[in-house]
């Protein structure tokens, strides 16, 4: 699938439960007109969308698109196999990317604890970082193989199962102002997304994602943990976003989920995407960007190299 | 220099009964000062010992009396983070009796009783491990399976997640000694909190039982042939299970892990997960006797057969043992192995015994280590 045509506005919020800035962020847009929302994320709790709704005010039209889905699989059983095949391919992808990426991620710690000169210190910091990106890339790769391969095979829209639901969807959307993408499980929320093609029915309308939503907007999914029970979290690249905010990695939670105190893991992270920035979206934070840039920042932090994070600044910078 | 305990004042001042109650009154004991430990014990016998189970000490080291009075006392180094389970053994008239200590209230129920527990500095029991109202619980179901192996039937106690759902898939993890992970290691309150923390995935668990565990978890190729080629598949008629390797696990402690890695031993690719505490691991360098016992003899046989020829039995496996068991060296000499044969290897040393609170509180690790729940892709 080609990339959408960027929207006008973008907002990438932080957790809403506590210290909701959407509906704020959203106003200040000054948009007319409903808003179409993705709640794919919470599974079957899809409808649970009640906080949501009073947070953004005005009407709102939930996309269905956990329910959708599974309402196409019933109808297809074709398409569902295939489906699940595919991933099943995706998860054994993930389970080898990282397993290699573990390894690399360890070989950086390991060079970032030696003294050696400094000249020769930064050449292996940075052929360390230039192996994880290498995996990365890789792993994108596969994800792509594997997505084309199922789209050129199956051809989800030209089905009636996904088709019927597509025509629908492009009527809410078209009579939509924006399009609000919740947070939950992100690669569920990616996967429906993806299934109905939702980006490419709404080509250049405004967008905001809060938390996972605000994830799966950006170019790369970031999956991130510094404390998981298993032990020391590895960063890991999920699949490709949808691309509509090109140039930032968003990381919702960072007061749950990353030591930002820690010097050495921060500044991988920044240089590990770079040179797209890495923001950390804390409960409270909301970034709009127009025409690329942030004209509307509230507590969002940015991750750099030198492994501190500072606050953003609404100029696009820190 | 040493420490100066509170009970070096209290003995001495030499104290009366009067002084003795003002000095117990609202502490706790034993008495934890540091690394340093005060076990107490106050009564009218002829002498009190402390029996545990550190396998590097002593089983057995005497209280002191304190003189003219009915209070017993013994100071021990005790390194932090410990958990040491221990009774009292009293002599009175002549007779002995291993008591509970009455002054402490933390208890460990086994299947031979209970123990007083030592809860040494920066101990604490793992808040996952208490039930949490938050967590939807699952259910425990029994089930039948049909056994051609054993010859008759065997009862299994099936965990079904809050939210089983016929259309998705799950993971299978298969837990020896069943009854006592779930009545001594609390194990369905832990599932339904890793799983309410998103810390594990919705799973399905089979607790099962032997009616002679030494003799069948010690290497008997029936029971491999029971759970690979009848528990699994009949589970499976009946569940949506996920058919791969990487879905399905087997654990068990002591010889429970022994069962454990013999299965998946016998059946290499099937099960990809192992979680392994205090295996009864043991082996010889030369000869056939073993410092265990005629009971450990399959035991030995099979694990000098990996040593030998060591091969990857699996994907992924959790290894954990306590420091203070006599099985440490065991589980010390395997990991190594297992590692060298291209599984992913993670293996956790512990202050701690030979004991079901001790695997409790290493399951969250573990079970995580072996299936990661949704954590890294829920971001609310």
Redesign the interface.
């Known amino acids: 699938m080609n990339r959408p045509e960027p929207p006008h506005a973008i907002v990438l919020c932080g957790a809403q439960r506590f210290d909701p800035t959407l509906g704020r962020a959203v106003r200040a847009l000054g948009l007319d007109g409903p808003v179409a929302l993705v709640t794919a994320g919470f599974q079957e709790r899809e409808a649970e969308d009640q906080d949501i709704r009073a947070e953004l005010g005005g009407t709102v039209e939930n996309l269905r698109l956990h329910a959708r889905a599974d309402e196409a699989f019933a109808a297809d059983a074709e398409l569902r196999a295939a489906h699940r095949e595919r991933q099943g391919a995706l998860r054994h992808k993930q389970d080898f990317y990282r397993i290699r990426l573990e390894h690399a991620l360890e070989a950086q710690h390991v060079v970032s604890q030696r003294r050696a000169p400094a000249a020769i210190l930064a050449e292996e910091h940075e052929a360390s970082l230039a192996e994880i990106r290498q995996l990365d890339a890789y792993h994108l790769g596969q994800c792509s193989r594997i997505h084309r391969a199922f789209e050129t095979a199956v051809q989800p829209f030209e089905r009636p199962a996904i088709a019927r639901h597509r025509d629908e969807l492009a009527r809410i959307l078209a009579a939509s102002s924006l399009l609000v993408l919740a947070g939950g499980h992100v690669a569920t929320l990616l996967n429906r997304l993806r299934l109905f093609g939702v980006a490419e029915l709404c080509p250049g309308k405004p967008v905001a994602g809060f938390s996972g939503g605000a994830m799966v907007l950006c170019e790369r999914v970031v999956l991130f943990h510094d404390s998981p029970p298993q032990g020391p979290g590895a960063a890991e690249v999920l699949d490709h976003g949808l691309g509509l905010c090109p140039g930032y990695v968003a990381l919702p939670q960072p007061e749950m989920r990353l030591r930002l105190d820690d010097a050495e893991r921060v500044s991988v992270m920044a240089r590990r995407f770079a040179p797209a920035r890495v923001l950390a979206l804390p409960s409270g934070a909301a970034v709009t960007l127009e025409q690329g840039r942030a004209t509307r920042v509230e507590g969002a932090l940015l991750l750099t190299g030198d492994g501190t994070s500072v606050p953003f600044g609404p100029k696009g910078g820190a | 220099m040493t420490q100066r305990l509170a009970i070096h004042t209290l003995v001495e001042s030499r104290p009366d009964a009067a002084a003795i109650d003002a000095w117990m009154a609202g502490r706790r004991f034993p008495v934890v000062e540091g690394s340093r430990v005060t076990f107490v014990y106050r009564g009218e016998v002829d002498a009190v010992a402390l029996r545990h189970w550190i396998y590097a000490l002593e089983t057995r080291r005497a209280l002191e009396r304190v003189a003219g009075t009915d209070l017993y006392y013994l100071v021990m180094d005790v390194p932090p983070r410990s958990r040491v389970e221990y009774k009292f053994e009293i002599e009175r008239g002549g007779a002995q009796e291993w008591i509970l200590d009455p002054l402490n209230p933390n208890r460990a129920r086994d299947p031979f009783g209970s123990n007083s527990v030592l809860q040494a500095e920066g101990y604490e029991v793992p808040d996952w491990t208490r039930h949490d109202p938050r967590a939807r619980p699952g259910t425990l179901e029994p089930m039948t399976v049909r056994s051609a192996a054993f010859g008759g039937e065997r009862a299994v106690q099936l965990y079904l997640p809050a ?1 089983l ?1 016929r ?1 998705r898939r799950y993971p299978l993890l298969v837990v020896h000694d069943g009854r006592d992970y779930l009545e001594y290691a609390g194990m369905k309150v832990v599932l339904d909190n ?1 799983i309410h923390r998103l ?1 594990l995935p919705d799973l399905i668990v089979a607790f099962t039982s032997s009616p002679e565990r030494e003799r069948e978890y010690a290497d008997d190729p029936a029971h491999g042939r029971f759970l690979t080629e009848e528990l699994v598949p009949q589970l499976g008629a009946r569940y949506p299970l996920v058919d791969q390797p ?1 879905a399905r696990a087997l654990m068990g402690a002591s010889f429970g892990a022994v069962a454990s890695f013999s299965t998946a031993w016998h059946h290499p690719g099937f099960w990809g997960r192992l979680l392994l505490q205090s295996g009864s691991f043991a082996f010889t360098d030369i000869g056939r006797a073993n410092r265990f016992g005629p009971m450990f003899d399959r035991v030995v046989a099979l694990v000098n057969a990996f040593r030998e020829a060591p091969s990857a039995v699996s994907e992924r496996v959790f290894v954990c043992c306590g420091v203070y068991e006599k099985l440490i060296y065991e589980n010390r000499s395997l990991v190594p192995l297992l590692d060298e044969t291209g599984m ?1 290897v ?1 293996f956790v040393e512990s202050r701690d015994g030979h004991n079901w609170e001790h695997w409790r509180d290493r399951l ?2 573990g079970l ?2 072996l299936f ?1 729940g ?7």
Request: charged letters at 35%.
């Open positions: 939210r759902r259309s890793l810390e990487q992913q993670r969250r690790e995580s280590w990661p949704p954590l890294m892709m829920v971001y609310e």
